[in-house]
């Protein structure tokens, strides 16, 4: 089976709805919905969506407490990743696990192709295999036209392009939560 993994559910629908060749049937798993269908090459294919970013940037436990942690420790905090949507991740893990190749169509974009890097790590837990068998699709609209291209010229996730939006995020975080809890503190001293 071959795994596509979108972005949104209105997505994974559209390019479902796209690819097939015959009845695209909806099913789910702890409630999230995903989509299965043949495509038109023949191969049997599942289409899930994700809510955008399922893993989220944040610091350890132990930088939680604003009375105890200055917050000029904050920027060279440790980062870890956290789930941010766990009935997703575990409805990717179960498709992941029972496919032989892995399709990306998230945005085309920054945010988008970390959102895919995302997707490879949790569908990599699943099923190490797929990071030897994971394209990438790019498309600018849901049209039919877009998408059929996209499918018909895969390419590589890029990493540098997933690592800068990683490193945006980063930063949002690191500098946000620190100039957050230094003006909150610096006021409650006046």
Do not use: C
């Amino acid at each position: 089976m071959q795994l596509i993994i979108t972005e949104k559910n209105d997505a994974a629908a559209k390019i479902a709805k796209i690819l097939a060749t015959g009845a695209v049937k909806q099913e789910s798993f702890l409630r999230v919905p995903y989509y299965m269908l043949t495509d038109r090459e023949g191969e049997p294919t599942g289409v899930i969506g994700l809510k955008g970013h399922v893993l989220r940037v944040e610091f350890p436990e132990e930088y939680a407490d604003w009375r105890k942690v200055e917050p000029s420790d904050l920027i060279s905090a440790p980062l870890v990743k956290g789930v941010t949507a766990k009935s997703v991740v575990k409805a990717v893990k179960k498709l992941a696990a029972e496919a032989e190749s892995l399709v990306i169509a998230t945005d085309y974009d920054r945010e988008g192709e970390l959102i895919g890097l995302e997707a490879l790590e949790i569908a990599a837990e699943a099923n190490p295999r797929l990071e030897r068998y994971v394209r990438r699709a790019r498309f600018s609209a849901l049209t039919e036209g877009d998408i059929l291209r996209a499918f018909a010229q895969l390419d590589h996730l890029s990493h540098p392009l997933a690592h800068a939006g990683e490193a945006r995020q980063d930063i949002d975080l690191i500098w946000g939560a620190t100039l957050t809890r230094f003006v909150s503190l610096s006021a409650r001293r006046l």
